[in-house]
């Protein structure tokens, strides 16, 4: 009888996952638009609507670093119509940064990693470095006169920062906080504070036409957009911090539906449309399904728990 009770299930998953999607399907972003973090998955959500013939619906839900979005998605029904498009923090970096959490980050159900856009730092024209080295020399002469912008305590914005400041050797840098990237890069052009890491969709513009200072990307290696710019990795080994763009299901999301979501995600990279509104953003594809996902959350949380750790940021109550 437990043996007729599986196979009944079974086929009834598959007749599910084979149908799906047979409504609209909602988008979960835990950031408000007008950011990457909006901006990514509505390029996504264009293209996965057109595969599937449903609209694909982007509901923001911002607050708490994340959290608020993502403890609906962690509550939702894990029947395939909710997911959560998202940035690392709620995944990977607010685990680490509170002491109580309103859900179980690990328990997601991973989909896809959709792109990845580097953290860049940079400094206002009046600084006088032009390396990263020389930013540190100022820095070490000067110790807390300096100061740097940030979205807040729980962001890749600070952390980044607050790790950069270790890894230089316990540097001295007043952190200065802001409501949103926009105050914050706000105040970095106005020359009201010095540094900011910040994502380099946002800041390539102000970077090229002269207004900030590209010092370093954090990505692996250096990008494109700018080749004479180094990586931080080349000075600091290890040092990696990017805003990647993933999508997770409720805990309990079948296999097969996060699977099925997957191709059409990856499917959608490789449109020309997609990928050139992608570098728009200074965003590169990136493409990982639910196997390859689940490593790389692993991986990342053991990252941000290393950087944490060495920033000697402590978990908020």
């Known amino acids: ?32 638009p007008g950011g990457a973090a909006d901006a990514l998955p509505r390029i996504v959500a264009d293209k996965l609507a057109e595969r599937w013939g449903q609209p694909v619906v982007i509901d923001n839900r911002a607050g708490a670093s994340g959290n608020i979005g993502a403890e609906i998605v962690y509550r939702a029904e894990p029947d395939g119509y909710t997911f959560l498009a998202t940035p690392p923090a709620p995944l990977v970096i607010n685990p680490s940064l509170h002491a109580r959490m309103p859900y179980d980050a690990t328990q997601f159900v991973p989909v896809a990693v959709m792109a990845a856009i580097p953290s860049v730092m940079l400094v206002h024209p009046k600084v006088p470095a032009t390396s990263v080295q020389e930013f540190v020399q100022l820095a070490r002469a000067h110790p807390g006169r300096l100061n740097y912008a940030s979205q807040g305590t729980t962001t890749v914005s600070f952390l980044t920062t ?14 200065v906080p802001y409501k949103g990237t926009g105050p914050g890069l706000a105040a970095l052009l106005a020359g009201e504070v010095d540094l900011m890491f910040d994502n380099l969709g946002t800041s390539l513009a102000q970077v090229r036409a002269g207004r900030l200072k ?9 990008v494109a957009a700018l080749p004479d710019v180094p990586a931080m990795a080349e000075i600091y080994p290890g040092f990696v911090s990017i805003a990647w763009f993933g999508v997770v299901g409720p805990p309990r999301t079948s296999a097969a539906v996060a699977e099925r979501a997957a191709a059409a995600i990856l499917d959608a990279l490789g449109d020309a449309d997609v990928q050139q509104r992608l570098a728009r953003l200074s965003a590169e594809p990136v493409g990982m399904g639910p196997s390859q996902m689940a490593s790389f959350l ?11 750790r060495l920033a000697g940021v402590k978990p908020q109550e």
């Open 298 to 308: 692993g991986e990342e949380r053991s990252r941000w728990q290393n950087a944490i």
């Open 1 to 32: 009888m437990r043996a007729l009770l599986l196979i009944a299930l079974l086929g009834a998953a598959a007749v599910h996952a084979q149908a799906w999607p047979a409504k609209p399907v909602r988008l979960i972003v835990p950031f408000p």
């Open 214 to 222: 590209a010092l370093a990307v954090c990505g692996e290696k250096r």
């Open 162 to 175: 607050e790790w950069f400041m270790a890894a230089a050797g316990g540097l001295k840098i007043t952190h």
